[in-house]
Each structure stands twice: as C-alpha cells, then as structure tokens.
C-alpha cells in the first residue's frame, strides 16, 4: 500500500517565523498536491508538482517536489495568522486513485 | 468557492438506519470522488465515479455505495449505520484525463454523527 507521511503532525510558532513541513512516501508518485483545510470546510487546493525538483511558489509559500518524485516539502516564509489550518498532500497511486497524508496542522499564534 | 455543493451540512442519525449524501459537481466535471475524513485525520478514499460508473475503490464495506447521475451529480448511501461512521464526508470533483483527473475540488463536506 502506497502511504503519504507528513511531519510534523502539529505545529504551533509565532507569527514571523518561517517552517517547513514535509511529505515523504517510499513510492514514486506522478504528481503530489498539496490542499490547505480550515475547520468546517473542504480542502482547497494549493499548488500541484509534477517534475522532479520542481519548485514553485505562491507568494509565502514555497513548494518543493523531490528529484526522485517521492516526497515533497512546503516552506512558509514569515508566516501569519491567516496561514493557520490543516495542509494536506496528496498523490494518484498505482491504481490512479488519490490518497492523501494524515496532515500538518498548523497554528501560528499572533 | 470551488462550485462543488453538498448536503446537507450536518446530519444526526441513530446507529443501524440508512443515510443518503448528495453532492453537485463543478460545472463540466464529469468525475466524482467521496472521502471520509475522521476528526484530526486525512481524508480517507471510498470511491470514484466516472460518467455513472464506479471507476475505484478503496477499503469501505459494501455498505457504502455510491450513485452518479447523468448531470454528474452524485449520492453517497450508507447502510446500517456504525458509531464509527460519524465523520466529515466530502466529495470532490475533476476532470479526467492526464493531470486534471488529479486535481480535485471540494465541496464543504456532510458532517455525519451516529449516535
């Protein structure tokens, strides 16, 4: 059974402060996204990677595939209250089915 | 706003009766998945539905079945209910085909308690 770790589970930092967290599998994925979910709402999804090494960024955040499309990171630079939620990644498995990790969740205090 | 609408928000049942979810797709999605997520976890794969047709599934009893219609949009029946049912249901939809059909909208989700 493919399986999506992340790391930490939990997180609490001040606002201001940069992390990372992490997304590591022993199985090579096609694609990894990754979603931010607020309480009471659905996943919203983030960013998608596709290419090994691949980087991309949206605003604050930086997301990171592995060269061997196995894990994945997302770094949040000065991070804010606004940024609080639980962040999700998620990759198709052999059968193309999505499965996705447990979740860091993350709480930036003010 | 992802377009995908599901209802109801919340839901109360007693173990052992049935229960009906239902979800509207994103306009043009012709592919339909529904996840259980239990308090504090990932989501959790039950099925996929592709053009009306069960296209996957992950480890749920028989129990859980699923209907896609032909405006794609979707039911979620649960049969018999357990206490361990109670969780937040969502449904996604997607395109198919290449990198689309892994890119995923959710709905807000069914919380579901089994009492």
């Known amino acids: 059974t493919q399986l999506l770790e992340q790391s930490p589970q939990f997180l609490s930092i001040q606002e201001g402060e940069n992390l990372t967290v992490y997304c590591n599998s022993s199985s090579v994925f096609s694609s990894l996204q990754w979603y931010r979910q607020e309480p009471g709402e659905g996943p919203v999804l983030l960013v998608t990677v596709v290419t090994g090494g691949e980087v991309k960024k949206l605003k604050r955040l930086t997301f990171q595939f592995g060269d061997a499309r196995k894990d994945s990171s997302l770094h949040i630079t000065a991070a804010q209250t606004g940024d609080t939620g639980l962040y999700l990644c998620?990759?198709?498995?052999?059968?193309?089915?999505?499965?996705f990790g447990k979740g860091t969740r993350l709480h930036i205090l003010p | 706003e992802t377009g995908v609408t599901q209802s109801p928000t919340h839901l109360i049942k007693t173990r052992g009766q049935q229960v009906t979810l239902r979800c509207s797709s994103q306009?043009?999605?012709?592919?339909v998945s529904w996840y259980q997520q239990a308090l504090g976890q990932g989501p959790q794969f039950i099925f996929q539905?592709?053009?009306?047709?069960?296209?996957g599934r992950g480890n749920f009893p028989p129990r859980f079945s699923g209907l896609q219609f032909p405006n794609y949009s979707s039911e979620l029946n649960v049969n018999a209910l357990e206490l361990d049912d109670s969780a937040l249901y969502l449904c996604a939809s997607s395109l198919d085909g290449g990198l689309a059909k892994n890119i995923q909208y959710f709905g807000a989700g069914t919380r579901l308690s089994v009492l």
């Open positions: 998620a990759g198709a498995d052999r059968d193309d089915k999505i499965i």
């Open positions: 306009s043009g999605h012709n592919t």
């Open positions: 539905y592709y053009r009306e047709e069960e296209n």
